[in-house]
């Protein structure tokens, strides 16, 4: 499992996040062999977020009454959390109460005294970004966040935040797969007016993330798209998946190793984020960090799910 350390904290990461969002209905025994299954394949980065689970809080809370960490086991792990979207209405809330009391919420159902990266879920149209730099500040002096980030958010979003928050941006959460990847087709063919793909619908994100050390961690790593289930061995993908099972064959790996590598192999330095409860999909996935693909295959990948190269 490759690692780097997260810029702006003194972390050390891996490039492949377990995420934690379906947890709610599975056994303790079922919880642990999932999180054991990361660790064995050296994954020790926990994504959460406050609306995951039944309700508030429901999967932070089913994963500690699971794992009962010690203080020693929690430090081995970098567990992060997500806050601001209020499902039932007003749908997102950035105030100073609001993100300081989904904290406090989220250290009391995991049962820590402190989250290691705090993630504004989905950004709030009416946000003040003075409110949230408050937030931030207060949290972090009090050592209950380490540091902070972003989820979904453009480039002018960030930019208002950092015009306040003291603390570095040092995360932005983005939907990515090989099927699914506006982020970076649109670059790819720029310039060219009669094609949807050039058409920017994020403002350059990973470029400005790139320029800015902010770690772009992709969710629905194995999503067709918006309204699409996983695209592994599906009809709707054959020509993507003939190139992903000859290149699993190549590497030795499974295939779902390799829509994790088509990812991790972007120089940008991307987290992958899993979102699957199955130990063998986590285990298998997590080869892929390792995996070395050469620009030819990486770019095969690209044009096997259909986006256009000039």
């Known amino acids: 499992m490759k690692t780097f350390t997260l810029p702006g904290t003194d972390l050390v990461v891996p490039n492949v996040v377990l995420g934690l969002m379906r947890i709610q209905d599975k056994t303790d025994d079922e919880v642990r062999a999932l999180v054991h299954s990361a660790r064995d394949a050296g994954i020790t980065f926990l ?7 039944d309700d508030l ?4 809370r089913r994963f500690a009454e699971a794992t009962r960490l010690s203080p020693a086991e929690r430090a081995e792990w970098v ?3 997500k806050a601001g979207i209020v499902p039932d209405g007003p749908y997102f809330d950035f105030s100073y109460d609001h993100l300081v009391g989904s904290v406090h919420g989220s250290l009391d159902a995991l049962g820590t005294d402190y989250l290691d990266i705090l993630l504004l879920h989905r950004p709030d149209p009416l946000v003040e970004p003075e409110e949230v730099a408050r937030a931030f500040s207060d949290l972090h002096a009090a050592g209950k966040v380490r ?16 015009r306040y928050v003291e603390q570095p941006i040092v995360a932005n959460q983005m939907q990515l797969s090989i099927p699914h990847a506006p982020l970076v087709a649109q670059g790819v063919a720029s310039n060219m007016a009669a094609l949807d793909q050039s058409v920017s619908r994020d403002l350059g994100t990973l470029d400005y993330c790139r320029l800015h050390d902010i770690t772009v961690q992709a969710w629905s790593p194995l999503q067709g798209g918006a309204g699409h289930g996983v695209f592994l061995g599906s009809p709707e993908h054959p020509e993507l998946n003939t190139v992903i099972d000859r290149l699993a064959a190549q590497y030795d790996v499974p295939p779902i190793a ?4 088509w990812i991790t192999r972007h120089p940008a330095q991307m987290q992958v984020v899993l979102g699957t409860t199955s130990p063998d999909r986590v ?11 050469t620009r030819a295959e990486w770019s095969e990948l690209f044009r096997a799910a259909g986006h256009h190269v000039p």
């Open 57 to 60: 809080h429901g999967c932070e």
């Open 258 to 261: 390799i829509a994790t590598a």
């Open 283 to 293: 285990a298998g996935a997590a080869q892929g960090s390792d995996v070395p693909l």
């Open 147 to 162: 540091a902070f980030g972003v989820s979904n958010h453009t480039p002018g979003q960030i930019e208002l935040l950092r």
């Open 79 to 81: 567990i992060q959390s």
């Open 47 to 53: 994504d959460h977020a406050d609306i995951y689970g």
